[in-house]
């Protein structure tokens, strides 16, 4: 079964700063790789995926992402945090069903915190 | 256009009690997929449906069922209800289900006291 670490539950940035959240994935195959945003008492939005096209995949709100096989990871980055950026960030990776069709396996998440 | 709507949006049951959440994807997506996001952890895949048939089911117990109306709503129905049922019910659709891209809803917070 495929699956998804993130490194650091929760990471603090100052406003203006760099943001970096970590994901490391398992998958036997080439995997699709996904990050989420979710907002307090809201569902998750889809960032950024990754479905083995180019290695640095563009999202939305600035962020990105870099698919590393050698390394098995998938971090997010943002060159500049803003106060708007503070959510709880989910990686994931699809996974296909015996059914067909294919389901997400979720990391833990990593909340974000972005101080003036 | 409008994005995926779950029903209700908050509930409070009682032990042994029976519940039904209800979804309506995305016009055009024709698969739903369930998730149960339990306080501080991620979304946990509980099943997926498209065209009405099931295409796979997560680590859940027979308590837990749902089905897929011809319209490509669906309904996610919990019996039996446990205190550790209480979390956020999450509901995707895609288009067909098979690439992974999944639109979520804003959830049913179910609350079992």
């Known amino acids: 079964a495929q699956s998804v670490t993130q490194l650091g539950s929760h990471v603090s940035v100052s406003e203006g700063a760099l943001v970096l959240l970590r994901c490391n994935y398992s998958?036997?195959?080439?995997?699709?790789l996904f990050w989420y945003v979710q907002y307090p008492n809201q569902g998750l939005q889809l960032l950024l995926k990754?479905?083995?096209?180019?290695?640095l995949v563009k999202g939305i709100n600035g962020f990105e992402a870099e698919f590393k096989k050698s390394e098995t990871s998938f971090h997010l980055t943002k060159p500049s945090a803003h106060m708007s950026d503070a959510a709880e960030y989910f990686c994931?990776?699809?996974?296909?069903?015996?059914?067909?069709?294919?389901?997400?396996?979720f990391g833990t998440g990593t909340q974000l915190k972005v101080e003036l | 256009d409008a994005g995926v709507t779950q029903s209700p949006t908050h509930l409070i049951k009682t032990r042994g009690q029976h519940v039904t959440l209800r979804c309506s994807p995305i016009?055009?997506?024709?698969?739903v997929s369930w998730y149960q996001q339990v306080l501080g952890q991620g979304p946990q895949f509980i099943f997926q449906y498209y065209e009405k048939e099931e295409r796979g089911r997560g680590n859940f117990p027979d308590r837990f069922s749902a089905r897929q109306f011809p319209n490509y709503s669906s309904e996610l129905n919990v019996n039996a209800l446990l205190l550790g049922d209480s979390a956020l019910y999450l509901c995707?659709?895609?288009?067909?289900?098979?690439?992974?891209?999944?639109?979520f809803g804003e959830g049913s917070r179910l609350t079992v006291l």
């Open positions: 995707a659709s895609s288009l067909a289900g098979d690439t992974g891209e999944l639109f």
């Open positions: 994931a990776v699809s996974e296909v069903l015996a059914g067909g069709g294919n389901k997400l396996t």
């Open positions: 990754y479905t083995s096209a180019a290695t």
């Open positions: 998958s036997s195959v080439p995997p699709y």
């Open positions: 016009s055009g997506h024709k698969s």
